[in-house]
């Protein structure tokens, strides 16, 4: 029997786990890239001073982080699709875990384990991120394993995003407002592929379509410079336009799209009198799920 497992990044499993949560993702050394003590204090301080703002959110959603629907039932369909083949699923930063899962295949005998990170660009915050804690868990668990590398340009995930896109589109001038989470601009200056893959996958899509269009960011984190434009700054230039914005670097629904661009940007655009409609991410869409199929039988 083979396995496969997608990744994501987690979230609080209910408003009790929000605190825990926050201080695992900024603890991450692949996003605060200091060194001990500093890092350990830092994240408490961050996570302290986030708690309550994101303590709302999550009450907004429900008490528990959408992702965990969200892969569970992506896990679910893949694995209906694949004969032959257990569909997992893991957190990077809350359970279940990378290490737990491992945990759970090594002790149930798999012989051979795919990880399949759910972040079609690769990041150091991201994708390196949860490559290396699988690294790290498989060597205290063995297991023959692969680890699908980032899927930004496959011709089906550029397939799905256009077809999505599509059902929304009323006419040649609607505006195209590709929105990306953010990254801090040292990232690229480090050599973060982030950006470029970003607008790799952006120029493809467009490739289907004639629209005006602009790539901008969300979601920034923590201070300092961070990928920009910003998406407040793209509304702010097409008051009165019917605009798609389209959150190209999820494939899930989560706070980002569920509370930011849902609510607080959807309540902005209202404002600028502009037409907003906000396109779905490719979640369990069965051509999304069909091209995770593909790109695991494709895998080498």
């Not at 893949?78 to 002790?107: C, F, H, N, Q």
């Not at 012989?111 to 972040?119: G, Q």
């Not at 150091?124 to 394993?145: G, M, N």
């Not at 309540?267 to 009198?273: D, P, S, T, Y």
Request: proline share 5%; hydrophobic share 40%.
């Amino acid at each position: 029997m083979k396995a496969v497992v997608l990744i994501n990044l987690g979230g609080a499993p209910n408003l009790e786990g929000v605190r825990d949560f926050l201080f695992n993702l900024f603890y991450d050394e692949h996003i605060l890239n200091l060194k001990n003590p500093l890092r350990y204090l830092l994240a408490k301080l961050i996570s302290l001073l986030r708690y309550k703002r994101t303590e709302k959110i999550y009450k907004y959603l429900g008490g528990v982080s959408p992702l965990y629907t969200e892969t569970q039932k992506q896990a679910e369909a893949l694995e209906r699709k694949l004969r032959g083949w257990k569909v997992y699923y893991a957190m990077r930063y809350s359970p279940p875990t990378i290490k737990d899962v491992v945990k759970k295949l090594y002790e149930e005998g798999f012989k051979e384990v795919v990880f399949f990170p759910l972040y079609p660009q690769r990041s150091f915050s991201t994708y390196d991120s949860a490559r290396d804690e699988i690294l790290k868990a498989l060597r205290e668990y063995p297991l023959k394993a692969k680890v699908v590398k980032e899927f930004y340009r496959e011709p089906c995930f550029i397939k799905t995003w256009q077809g999505i896109i599509g059902e929304y589109v009323k006419d040649d001038e609607d505006f195209f407002l590709f929105s990306a989470h953010s990254i801090p601009l040292s990232f690229v200056e480090r050599g973060d592929p982030y950006r470029e893959q970003v607008e790799e996958t952006v120029n493809l899509i467009m490739k289907g379509f004639k629209n005006p269009f602009k790539i901008c960011y969300q979601s920034k984190a923590t201070l300092g410079k961070w990928l920009e434009p910003t998406l407040e700054e793209c509304l702010k230039e097409l008051r009165g336009r019917r605009v798609l914005v389209i959150p190209v670097s999820f494939v899930s629904e989560h706070l980002e799209t569920l509370y930011e661009l849902d609510l607080i940007y959807r309540n902005l655009a209202q404002r600028l009198k502009i037409d907003y409609v906000r396109v779905k991410t490719p979640s369990c869409r069965d051509s999304f799920v069909e091209c995770l199929k593909e790109i695991l039988l494709n895998l080498r």
